[in-house]
């Protein structure tokens, strides 16, 4: 089931990549009707998943490379479920919003598709080295959707975004192959990896491989120092291309730190604890300061992705404060932490649709050269006003849930962790002032003429937005599948 | 239809119609008004039944808190309150035909819904929720006008400071889950003693900040740019008594962290008298009434740092009122004579008789006149004050002193009499149509709230005097504290009198004292600006050029070294070892031409060859034999 899954959107791109002369209108609806295939598969799979069951669902082994103990490994539980969820609405958010893409439609969503393997795919690996090479694919296939439909100085922010996240992704390797080389016996395999804890008493060694492992999750996610890939990369991609990027790719990161690091190497993870908080701290902070000074509106959302971000990091540091014994109040952290991973992905998907919507008309980013956008299109003032909100972290939508977690856990484990509600006040005012440059005061510069939101825009934003309405006003669905497995990596963390 | 239900649809009715009301937009241009004071008046039926009935609901939420709702005395009698304000204030509003109704209606109702939810919350969490929504319903309403410039950054300077002071509340939430008693309202006093403090303390800030109570009353003032429905609504009666509100709920943890019962106390004394004192320095209606609510206020957070829940709770009720009619008529003269400048509305009360004599009885209210709502009111919340510090007694009084001034000084300015031909007689810097172009009439739905919100104003001063007192003290468990005696009635009754009449003086001569400092709201602005916004933005601005210059230039430089390095190895790959395997093929070749030297083809060379490689090897054989 799991491996249908994870190749349909890639046997459906080899079709469009087959088919040279395919007029484009019919390939970009094979590609919308491919996205609500997933949707509903997936649906299938989360109506399917019982979250009280231990252990992983819809498993599926083979043997692939028994030389080196790696099989071809998947499975699903309550931490991967709602990021498979995430991912296949933001894809099927991005068909739509492509539904208006001129530019060689058909390759564009044969790219985007293979995209869609690979972030499935490595929401379900179950293995080091599957997850390895879906890490590896996505970081190529994203080279390719900015340097091919991007704007601006695409190439040289494909490079640095590739050069650098693959970089990354060779210290994660030297980590995996650390865990490899401890465990006995030697293997990849990420169940047999968490049940046996191999670095459980070399802390050195522990260490090291832990810091490999965070050095290289650190650059996907982005913390701060490692995150001056995101701006260029997000402000020169197409709309959908920035929108899978924050939505998804940075989940990637995150999701390692609660899938392998936490589970596998729980000493070191409880020694490092406080380092990683601090980075956490600082990425909220510094990521929200640099953000409100930004006058490039994607730029400016690029940076509140690193502020959300280091929510998470701050949140899953916490649960490694095992000293102050309070299981409950770590099961929140991590529960926010995996709340926030999904809310982030939903809420920065729809801004950037938003600000691809100013691109598309005025072909400029800049906050100053708008004005008084409300009159022209109140849609897109409605849209990018629930957006904004939802990104401050309003009660209502579900970044409130996430964050209200990730603080009441964290600030209840360790108090100082309240010097990151800096983040949501400095958040609130930068996205004010953006609303307010863009859409409010009289209308000038490229406001005049603006043609509000398309049908494709609205049925690509509306859904995300009205997702995170939905989660913020009845979090328990998404709630009950998530706090069952936060509270596990929470119980793998304090072993 | 249960009162469990009830409960919910109070809550959900207005949210739903208002959502529905700014998701269709100009569509529902035309029945935006009748449909919102149709919603409203089922609120209030619904708040009705609910304050009788005293239902609690609760479903599961996030972080092992619930989502949970219950009406109780204290509850119930806001509720009411709050749902006949919004009522009346609706009413007004639909006298007022202008632009995007549908999104003033739809707001005004999801604000509804939040308060609501403020006022029946038993959990941080459910609190938290509705406290945020009330604030951003804040942002929107004031910057209602949002092709004005000014007023949506009013609104935001409004929005964010009570999000600086809500950050209390996430503290709160993360200490009440530490200190084990979990999330609920009640058990919140429960909380372990370290932990209890830091509740506290957040608890106290948040309810300081949304009652603005100094040092976060600017906000107020800036809030006054919004629509006046909006001020009588949220910025009187209803978002900033929701501060009120808090610390009366939470009176029992106030008490039970001594220092923050003394704080709150000493909190809403300060800021009823200095507020007081701003409010007679301003020359502008809506900005004296602005600072007049954060003074009041100041009485109702007294109140719960008192613990005297009864006292509080019917100064809210009394307030709620009052004010909200003062803002309406404040709201009815702006559009009516286009400006809210007390020199401009001088006499303005004579024009519209029935407007005027509701504006005599909410100023007659405000100043502590006998029997009018907040006379009684605020000596119940004195008595309690003089039973337990008598210096809190003292600055109280005083603050009750300025309220009568600043009262006054409305009162008397709006009924003087004037010249017989209105337009001349006025100052020239301050006539009408400044703010906007005067109607000249005041609608008869306007007069119709204004009315009922005088009936108020003027009756409910009862729930502080004997028939009403006794219950509902017992209601609301506060049988405890002391009550004012007739005396102290009475003495503050000749001193409201006393004051009015220095005022009148004061006014006819002129010599109303005006100092710049409390003109300008005690420089609260120059504060926030030269303490809080202008370091934060360079700040932003020097994190950003660092994030430039430093850390992206540091791994562009990595990106550029590393070429650089390969680049220079290229080079000593090709000139080095490259080179030293060509030297090589050099040398072997060199010494290949070396070796055709002896081949010369001349015999004779060849025999000393032989002889020399012969002795050579004669001599060897000699040596090593």
């Known amino acids: 089931m799991l491996s249908l899954l994870v190749s349909f959107p890639l046997v459906v791109a080899l079709g469009l990549l087959a088919v040279p002369r395919l007029p484009d209108p019919t390939a970009r609806w094979v590609w919308v009707v491919s996205e609500a295939v997933v949707v509903l598969a997936v649906a299938g799979l989360w109506a399917a998943y019982d979250p009280d069951t231990s252990g992983l669902a819809f498993e599926e ?30 894809f099927a958010a991005g068909a739509v919003y492509a539904l208006r893409e001129q530019q060689r439609p058909r390759v564009h969503a044969a790219l985007f598709l293979f995209l869609q393997t690979t972030c499935l795919g490595l929401f379900v690996a179950q293995d080091l080295i599957v997850f390895f090479v879906f890490f590896d694919l996505s970081i190529v296939a994203m080279y390719f959707a900015i340097a091919g439909w991007g704007h601006g100085d695409a190439a040289r922010s494909a490079l640095k975004f590739f050069l650098y996240t693959f970089l990354g992704s060779l210290v994660l390797l030297l980590g995996f192959i650390g865990l490899y080389v401890a465990a006995d016996p030697h293997t990849f395999d990420m169940v047999e990896l968490s049940a046996a804890t191999p670095l459980a008493d070399r802390p050195v060694a522990g260490g090291l491989v832990l810091t490999a492992i965070l050095v290289g999750l650190a650059v996907k996610t982005p913390t701060v120092p490692f995150h001056t ?48 908080i601090a980075v956490g701290v600082v990425s909220v902070v510094y990521g929200a300061l640099v953000a409100l000074a930004q006058t490039d509106v994607k730029r400016m959302i690029a940076y509140t992705s690193v502020n959300h971000m280091g929510y998470v990091v701050v949140a899953v540091g916490a649960a490694g404060l095992v000293a102050a014994d309070d299981p409950q109040a770590r099961a929140v952290a991590v529960s926010g932490a995996i709340t926030q991973m999904v809310s982030h992905g939903l809420i920065t998907g729809a801004l950037f649709l938003l600000a691809g919507v100013l691109y598309d008309r005025a072909g400029s980013y800049d906050l100053a050269s708008f004005g008084g956008l409300a009159a022209p299109a109140p849609q897109l003032a ?5 957006g904004a909100f939802a990104s401050l972290g309003l009660p209502g939508f579900s970044g409130f849930i996430a964050e209200f977690q990730v603080f009441t856990g964290s600030i209840a484990v360790a108090p100082i962790t309240a010097v990151a509600l800096v983040g949501i006040l400095v958040t609130a005012a930068l996205f004010l002032n953006a609303f307010q440059r863009l859409f409010t005061g009289p209308t000038q510069g ?14 690509s934003v509306g859904p995300l937005l009205a997702l995170t309405i939905a989660i913020g006003l009845l979090p328990r669905p998404l709630l009950e599948v998530v706090e069952p497995a936060a509270r596990t990596v929470v119980e793998l963390v304090g072993r | 239809m249960t009162a469990e239900l009830a409960l919910w649809a109070l809550v959900v009715l207005p949210g739903v119609v208002g959502a529905s009301l700014c998701l269709t937009g100009h569509r529902s241009q035309r029945i935006a008004a009748p449909v919102s004071v149709l919603t409203a008046a089922a609120g209030l039926a619904l708040a009705a039944v609910v304050g009788a009935a005293g239902p609690a609901v609760e479903v599961a939420f996030v972080a092992g808190a619930s989502f949970g709702l219950a009406v109780d005395a204290l509850s119930g009698l806001v509720v009411v309150t709050v749902a006949a304000v919004t009522l009346l204030v609706l009413v007004f509003a639909a006298g007022d035909v202008a632009d995007g109704q549908a999104r003033f209606h739809g707001l005004m109702l999801l604000f509804l819904a939040a308060v609501l939810v403020t006022a029946t919350a038993t959990t941080l969490v459910t609190l938290l929720l509705a406290w945020e929504v009330m604030g951003a319903m804040s942002y929107a309403l004031i910057g209602f006008d949002w092709r004005q410039r000014g007023k949506p950054e009013a609104g935001a300077n409004a929005f964010l400071t009570t999000r600086t002071a809500d ?13 084990g008693a979990g999330l609920a309202l009640a058990d919140l006093p429960a909380a372990s003693t370290g932990w209890r403090h830091a509740i506290a303390a957040g608890v106290l800030v948040a309810a300081l900040g949304k009652a603005a109570q100094l040092p976060f009353s600017l906000w107020l003032s800036r809030a006054m740019e919004g629509p006046s429905p909006v001020s009588a609504l949220l910025h009187s009666a209803a978002m900033v008594a929701m501060g009120g509100y808090l610390l009366l709920r ?25 507020l007081g004192a701003v409010a007679v320095a301003q020359r502008d209606l809506k900005q004296l009434l602005a600072a007049s609510t954060s003074a009041q206020l100041g009485f109702v957070v007294l109140a719960a740092g008192l613990g005297a829940v009864s006292a509080g709770a019917a100064h809210f009720a009394a307030h709620a009122a009052t004010k909200a009619l003062l803002f309406l008529i404040a709201g009815a003269w702006l559009s009516a004579l286009g400006t809210k400048q007390l020199s401009a509305l001088r006499g303005a009360a004579r024009r519209w008789p029935l407007v005027g004599v509701t504006a005599g009885v ?17 000596d119940e919340v004195l008595a309690v004050a003089l039973e337990q510090s008598p210096a809190l007694y003292v600055v109280g009084l005083a ?11 409305v009162l008397l300015l709006v009924w003087a009499r004037l010249p017989a031909d209105t337009e001349a007689g006025y100052d020239d810097k301050a006539g009408f149509d400044v703010e906007q172009a005067g109607t000249r009439r005041v609608g008869w739905l306007k007069q119709l709230s204004l009315v009922v919100l005088a009936a108020g104003a003027a009756v409910l001063g009862a729930l502080a005097l004997p028939p009403l007192r006794e219950p509902l003290r017992g209601a609301l468990d506060d049988t405890g504290s002391a009550t004012s005696t007739p005396v102290e009635l009475l003495a503050s009754a000749v001193l409201a009198l006393a004051v009015l009449a220095a005022t009148a003086v004061l006014l006819r001569r002129r010599r109303l004292p005006r100092p710049a400092w409390l003109a300008g709201w005690l420089g609260l602005g120059t504060a926030t600006q030269t303490l809080v916004i202008r370091p934060v933005w360079w700040l932003a601005r020097a994190l950003a050029r660092f994030d430039d210059r430093v850390v992206d230039r540091a791994v562009e430089a990595t990106a550029t070294r590393t070429v650089d390095a390969a680049r220079r190895l290229g080079d000593a790959d090709v000139r080095g070892v490259d080179g030293l395997v060509e030297a090589v093929a050099r040398r072997t070749r060199a010494l290949g031409d070396l070796a055709r030297r002896p081949q010369t083809g001349q015999l004779h060379e060849y025999y000393v060859q032989t002889v020399a490689v012969l002795a050579l090897g004669a001599v060897l054989l000699i040596a090593l034999g």
């Not at chain 1, 940075?250 to 589970?263: D, Q």
Request: aromatic share 10%; hydrophobic share 60%; net charge neutral.
């Open chain 1, 61 to 90: 082994q083979v043997p692939w490379i028994p030389g080196i103990g790696s099989s071809y490994h998947l499975g699903v539980d309550g931490l991967s479920l709602p990021l498979l969820a995430l991912t296949a609405v933001i």
């Open chain 2, 362 to 378: 909410g100023a007659l209210a405000l100043a502590g006149v006998a029997p009018l709502a907040l006379w009684a009111t605020k």
């Open chain 2, 167 to 179: 950050l209390g509340l996430y503290v709160a939430a993360g200490a009440a889950l530490a200190g």
């Open chain 1, 446 to 459: 490229h406001s005049t003429g603006f043609t509000d939101l398309r049908r494709s825009e609205l049925w």
């Open chain 2, 250 to 274: 939470t009176h029992d943890l106030l008490a039970a962290t001594g220092w923050a019962a003394q704080a709150a106390a000493w909190a809403g004394a300060l800021t009823a008298l200095l």
């Open chain 2, 399 to 409: 603050a009750a002193g300025l309220s009568a001034a600043y009262a006054g000084k």
């Open chain 1, 382 to 386: 409605t849209a990018f006003a629930l």
């Open chain 1, 229 to 276: 890939w995101l701006p260029p990369a997000h402000t020169d991609a197409s709309a959908v291309g920035s929108a899978v990027l924050a939505a998804v790719l940075l989940k990637m990161g995150t999701y390692g730190f609660v899938r392998i690091a936490m589970p596998m190497l729980p000493e070191a993870w409880r020694a490092f604890a406080w380092a990683i």
